[in-house]
């Protein structure tokens, strides 16, 4: 099969550092694969916070990033670059990306593709990878969350939170939230959550240890450090794993951690655009086998909050950085 593949296409770039405006639509050379790598026609691409930050400035992109925004797509197989012999062109997938997914086309790396569970549609499956990858490596790869333990989840509502939960769920762990206001907090049991908390309402760290009998709990995911971090600390049980992905409440915080030698607890983080090619294929492969079953039977599904055009791109991010979408915002070029 031989697809045609314009010399030019339509991205979103990034003017100069700032607000959602300066989000632009422009005609961009489209890109080619590298060794190892395939093309995809983009048929739709997720958005998420790194996006913002890079926007913003504040996210310094790695060596051989792609300068445009865009962790997350789906779409067909276009091109495939040299030594690339997974996939044939025309086959629909749904992908990681070093950067670039706010576009016609977009480069991605081989073994950071998956399959499109025929369950889902290119919206669905692009709101996937960079999510799905972080949750199941921070979670259960790192994490360890087992079935018959409990996991604390801040940002319940988020794209992140919505796939936490319903992954822990699907293993047997407890699911407790916060979120930002009843609404969200209903829409997070819903999804499976044992306990959802309005944290601007209530004291989280009372009503977690609660919720616990005092025991605590063995794994949070947390998005916002700052002011959680101590907090955090004091609810997690013996042999509790602290896990950080963002810093929205800041990075730094003044702790008292005695209760990490006493409970012997293990603090953990990361960022998924640094690893390695090898490093994300692990992910990848984990997922293909353990997740993809769940999303293709339907136990599990990504939320979708809202779509916008590519052209709208700014609008999308507006949104994002408003915190009032429940789950996962998606971009469709035209």
Not at 8 to 13: I, L, N, Y
Request: proline fraction near 7%; include cysteine.
């Amino acid at each position: 099969m031989i697809i045609d593949i314009p010399t030019t296409m339509e991205a979103v770039t990034i003017e100069a550092p700032g607000g959602p405006e300066v989000l632009k639509l422009t005609a961009v050379p489209t890109p080619k694969p590298r060794a190892g790598e395939v093309l995809i026609h983009v048929l739709a691409a997720g958005i998420n916070r790194p996006d913002v930050l890079q926007r913003l400035g504040m996210y310094p992109l790695p060596p051989g990033a792609d300068p445009l925004p865009g962790l997350e797509v789906a779409g067909e197989i276009a091109s495939l670059g040299e030594g690339a012999t997974r996939w044939n062109i025309g086959d629909k997938v749904m992908a990681l990306t070093h950067g670039g997914g706010y576009a016609e086309y977009c480069r991605a790396h081989e073994s950071h593709c998956l399959p499109i569970p025929s369950a889902l549609s290119m919206v669905e499956a692009a709101a996937i990878p960079e999510t799905f990858f972080t949750v199941y490596y921070n979670v259960f790869m790192r994490g360890a969350l087992k079935s018959g333990e409990t996991l604390l989840v801040h940002g319940g509502s988020s794209g992140i939170g919505t796939t936490a939960i319903q992954l822990a769920k699907a293993i047997g762990a407890t699911v407790i939230v916060t979120a930002g206001s009843d609404e969200k907090c209903r829409f997070c049991e819903a999804l499976g959550a044992d306990n959802a908390i309005n944290y601007k309402t209530e004291d989280w760290q009372n009503v977690v240890m609660d919720f616990t009998a005092n025991d605590g709990v063995d794994v949070v995911l947390d998005m916002v450090a700052g002011p959680y971090m101590q907090k955090n600390i004091d609810v997690l049980a013996r042999d509790g794993r602290y896990i950080i992905i963002a810093f929205l409440g800041g990075p730094s915080a003044e702790l008292n951690l005695r209760a990490v030698l006493g409970k012997r607890l293990t603090i953990t983080g990361s960022t998924l655009r640094p690893q390695t090619i090898e490093e994300k294929a692990d992910i990848a492969q984990q997922l293909e086998e353990k997740v993809l079953p769940l999303l293709e039977s339907g136990i599990i599904r990504p939320i979708i909050f809202q779509e916008f055009p590519l052209a709208q791109a700014s609008g999308a991010h507006t949104l994002m950085e408003s915190s009032a979408h429940m789950g996962k915002i998606v971009l469709k070029p035209s």
